[in-house]
């Protein structure tokens, strides 16, 4: 099969930054099977502009940027979906499944306290290690608009958490 420049420069970069989309995705929606969803769906919705984003200057924190805005419209048609459920169904408590450690769940679950742009900046800025200007752009919002949501979102894990859990968060350890 012949590919194009293109199709070539495409492939290489689904193939290098795949892994990291749907781990940010993972992280802001907190549901598994949805991250690979959220990451092919902004992959596919790249391919389509693919010959004005190769040009860009950073296509990866324009891909960070279409990630989070498609996970920011799953929660909220998730919420809407729960709530219209609600009304009629008694809520069970979500099982989780597999090898997590508590701490882990307990940063999880934690951030997903967080309204959705403190969660975005916190996961951008410790877990993936981004710069304020890198996590401004990925997410569409000024560099001081990130400073003041990573620091709010920090101190609400630490309310959350408690201090010493937040010297794990600062380093990025237990929210990867």
């Known amino acids: 099969m012949f590919l194009d420049d293109a199709s070539t420069e495409f492939h290489d970069f689904f193939e290098r930054h795949y892994a990291e989309l749907a781990r940010f995705a993972h992280l802001l929606t907190g549901e598994t099977d949805a991250a690979d969803d959220l990451a092919a769906d902004a992959l596919i919705a790249l391919w389509q502009r693919w010959d004005r984003l190769r ?80 996590t401004a752009a990925a997410l569409g919002i000024s560099v001081g608009t990130v400073k003041s949501q990573t620091s709010k979102g920090m101190a609400e894990l630490e309310r959350v958490l408690g201090a010493e859990t937040t010297g794990a968060l600062s380093t990025g350890r237990g929210i990867r």
Request: glycine letters at 2%; charged letters at 30%.
């Open 55 to 134: 040009e860009a200057d950073h296509p990866l924190a324009y891909s960070r940027g279409v990630v989070a805005n498609m996970a920011r419209q799953r929660i909220r048609s998730a919420v809407r979906e729960r709530r219209r459920t609600a009304l009629f169904w008694s809520r069970s408590p979500e099982q989780v499944q597999g090898p997590d450690v508590a701490a882990v769940l307990d940063v999880r679950a934690a951030l997903a306290r967080l309204p959705f742009r403190k969660r975005a900046c916190v996961v951008l800025r410790h877990a993936f290690d981004l710069s304020e200007k890198d």
